[in-house]
């Protein structure tokens, strides 16, 4: 994003359907390998106790990511709202977060992927309504490095320099914090 942004107006990002479709066929497909370990599929296989644990536990897993996609790409709603009242990402909780209640934005990198982690005042975290996966991953993302939660251009139609940028604009804009290097852990 090269030219500048127009903080006043509020940006809904939607999902892309051809990345979302993408997602869907991935997830569909290692659903059907971790099937592959439970089912008598290949005789011998799945006879190792071991194996058959690792082929339920791998479908329940990824068939419920399929199902969350699956969802994810019938919901019309945006999945990011930026906004002059703060960043909003349904996949984190239906409420805005205010730009003045961010204490500070980094970036963080894990197996390739991008995230912009939106540090946030304890007392604004605790009053968000959480999604379940939001509140599931809190914790496991804190220990790798990510403290905040996790907003990712997973997809969406833009990518993650220019969902960066528009986020920067508005916090410099509307008073958040600038952004701060953290570390990547590859």
């Given at each position: 994003m090269n030219q500048p942004v127009d903080t006043s107006r509020t940006i809904e990002l939607l999902h892309s359907p051809l990345k979302m479709f993408g997602l869907l066929v991935l997830g569909v497909l290692m659903t059907s390998l971790a099937l592959v370990f439970v089912l008598p599929v290949f005789p011998g296989l799945g006879s190792d106790p071991v194996?058959?644990?690792?082929?339920?536990?791998?479908?329940?897993?990824?068939?419920?990511?399929?199902?969350?996609?699956?969802?994810?790409?019938?919901?019309?709603?945006?999945?990011?709202t930026i906004s002059p009242a703060?960043?909003?990402d349904v996949r984190i909780a239906q409420e805005f977060i205010p730009w003045p209640?961010?204490?500070?934005?980094?970036?963080?990198?894990?197996?390739?992927?991008?995230?912009?982690?939106?540090?946030v005042a304890p007392e604004v975290e605790s009053r968000l309504t959480l999604t379940r996966t939001a509140r599931w991953t809190r914790g496991a993302n804190r220990?790798?490095?990510?403290?905040?939660?996790?907003?990712?251009?997973?997809?969406?139609?833009?990518?993650?320099?220019?969902?960066?940028?528009?986020?920067?604009?508005?916090?410099?804009?509307?008073?958040?914090p600038a952004a701060s290097a953290a570390p990547s852990p590859d």
């Open positions: 194996t058959h644990a690792v082929g339920i536990v791998g479908t329940l897993f990824f068939g419920l990511c399929t199902l969350m996609i699956l969802r994810q790409w019938f919901t019309l709603e945006a999945v990011i703060g960043l909003r209640a961010m204490e500070r934005l980094s970036t963080w990198t894990l197996q390739g992927q991008t995230i912009l982690v939106v540090a220990k790798l490095g990510a403290d905040g939660l996790c907003v990712t251009a997973q997809g969406l139609k833009l990518e993650f320099a220019g969902l960066a940028a528009l986020v920067h604009a508005y916090a410099a804009t509307y008073g958040a």
